[in-house]
């Protein structure tokens, strides 16, 4: 090989491997950029999860045969009841958050940064990242599926990764070109994981409002998005006599002047006036004794 050509082999451009991060963001890598990707995610999480729960609401008082503004429940009274929870999660977010950036950064260490440069090299191959991305959001619509259909667990699988890799792929790929369509791809993917998981919270309340109808006792996880467990004794509002032999009834809620009350014993949902209805000894949360279940008097009739 002669001067020249040694030479211009050494001033040729080089072909660097494709890449859909732009050189000034290599800099950016480590514990903060995570942090910031973290949070950029948590915040389409959170809103998609609070709209897809009053669904979750909806579905839960259906189980009764009632809506939830027959219950007295809009949008101000839900935040209202789930401020505490909101608040609880957040209490909880925080040091699980900081707890997955303590041990990305004890891996990082550990590897000698092979670890950090495993995942800057995931990100920066567009097709691997696109692929990660979609079959993640393949995932996310699990809830759906499992609340409106009964599938096998190995079909489930095969239609969640096949969705992902058909519908989420090349549409992943090709935003990841820019930084406009990146940060687009982060909302969607905190979008459609706020609803995936929001589609399971609905599946847990509706077996929980089942379970209430069965053994007239709501679990906590009713209790943390906004259902009281609340039981009290109807009373004529005439004589402040016991009506229905005095029975325990599940109050639901109020609304336009009208009661809604659940009969455990006949598995009954039913109305009374608030003029013609005192209520007396109310309850919260009762206990009941080891294998209470409802319907004593359903099975009689």
Do not use: H
Request: charged share 20%; glycine share 12%; hydrophobic share 45%.
């Amino acid at each position: 090989m002669s001067t020249d050509q040694v030479a211009a082999e050494r001033t040729a451009p080089q072909t660097l491997p494709e890449s859909d991060t732009p050189p000034g963001e290599e800099a950016n890598g480590g514990v903060l950029y995570l942090l910031e990707r973290i949070g950029s995610v948590i915040v389409p999480i959170g809103v998609t999860l609070y709209a897809v729960l009053y669904l979750g609401v909806e579905a839960m008082y259906q189980v009764f045969g009632i809506s939830p503004q027959q219950a007295g429940i809009d949008q101000s009274v839900l935040l209202g009841r789930l401020m505490g929870t909101l608040i609880l999660m957040l209490l909880i977010l925080i040091p699980t958050l900081g707890l997955v950036v303590g041990l990305f950064w004890i891996l990082d260490k550990l590897t000698r940064g092979a670890f950090g440069r495993l995942i800057e090299g995931i990100r920066r191959r567009p097709w691997i990242a696109a692929l990660i991305a979609a079959l993640w959001c393949g995932a996310t619509y699990w809830g759906l599926f499992t609340l409106f259909g009964d599938l096998d667990l190995a079909v489930m699988v095969v239609v969640a990764v096949g969705l992902g890799v058909l519908t989420f792929l090349v549409p992943f790929r090709l935003l990841r070109r820019k930084p406009v369509g990146r940060a687009a791809t982060k909302v969607l993917l905190g979008a459609l994981t706020g609803v995936g998981l929001g589609f399971l919270l609905i599946l847990a309340m509706v077996q929980g409002a089942l379970e209430v109808q069965e053994t007239g006792q709501a679990n906590d996880l009713l209790g943390y998005v906004g259902f009281q467990d609340q039981w009290t004794i109807i009373k004529n509002a005439e004589d402040d006599k016991p009506l229905y032999d005095g029975r325990w009834m599940m109050l639901l809620g109020e609304s336009d002047g009208t009661y809604i009350f659940y009969d455990c014993d006949k598995y009954e949902t039913f109305r009374r006036p608030m003029e013609t209805t005192n209520l007396g000894s109310i309850q919260l949360d009762p206990e009941r004794e080891q294998g209470y279940t409802c319907g004593s008097l359903a099975e009689q009739q």
